[in-house]
């Protein structure tokens, strides 16, 4: 099998890609405000280690890297990124399940090949139908660097033959954080984020990639059209890893821009419709964020739990070289439709 050193590992989970840090700033303001829209909900709550809920399996984080989450749309499957031991090479996907959306999560197993390989495999997401999956990895045969791949889930928990979605959607750079939703207008949509060069950051002439920002790409004529760049929410620093709420009124993404409380931290952006701009992107603050780096924010169908990765210390619930996070926060009034 091909073993990667660990820095590729730790870059393609958080980054995919190795791009210089954004100076840090003072500590942003947590209660940022939230566009008027259809639901309203509480604060974030202070963010836990996953294993710290009583009766989740004990490996599921583990000394090794663990990230990228991602929460299915059933709130019973759970994809992850992670090097631990078993896996076929480099990061691999693994899937943890559990019976009912009040159960603890069970303990994590490798999904296994055609999405898995010898190379680095991660940032799984499952669409609304439980069976388009997307992922990203930096097998052979791509445009360069990591690219997006999607597959079919089988009803039996296989997978058919992963394909490259294409060098319109990827580039000679780096692509993460799958995105998948289908917004009024514009069809099936795709965000995610990529190190191509281009955005706000500057980058020297002709040059092919540069710091992460985030796209979108929608769906016409069978496939995925030319990626462009999502205005409003990047800045010149890294922005990567977005998930969409399902109704296309929130995004998460993790950011080095001035005013983290120290590496990357998760930030998000509100909008009234699925049409309209974008708010300026704010920090989720101490509740969620660390000094240390938080990653690929994973919001539940409910929009009532928000996973992310960190490489938080010990003293801060710390198992691993990277662990999965976890926080809620309340619906206060509305309806998710």
Sequence with gaps: MLRLPLAALAAALLLGACAPDAPTGTQPDA??????????????????????????APTF??????????IAPDGKTFYMASNRAGGLGGLDIWVSTRESTDDPWGAPVNAGAPVNSE????CPTLARNDHTFFFASNRPGGCGGDDLYVT???????????ENLGCAVNSAGNEAGPSYLTEPGSGPVLY???????????EPPGALTGDADIYRSEW???????AAIVPGVNSAAND?????????????FFSNRAGTLGGNDIYAATRAKAHDAWSAPFNLGPNVNSAFDETRPSLSWDGETLYFGSNRPPELGGEGLNDIYVTTRDRLTGKRK
Aim: proline share 7%; hydrophobic share 35%; glycine share 14%.
């Design 61 to 70: 984080n583990t000394v090794a890297l663990e990230g990228c989450p991602f």
């Design 31 to 56: 209660g940022a405000p939230v566009l008027a829209k259809a639901v309203a909900y509480s604060s974030w709550a202070a963010a836990i280690n996953v294993e710290q809920i009583p009766g989740t």
């Design 240 to 252: 990567g890893q977005p998930n969409v709420e399902r109704n296309g009124r929130e995004i998460y």
């Design 152 to 162: 079919r889930r089988r009803d039996d928990q296989g997978y058919d033959a992963p």
């Design 192 to 202: 995610f984020s990529s190190t191509r060069a281009g955005g706000p950051g500057a």
């Design 220 to 226: 016409h004529g069978g496939a995925f059209g030319l």
């Design 119 to 122: 190379y680095n495999d991660f």
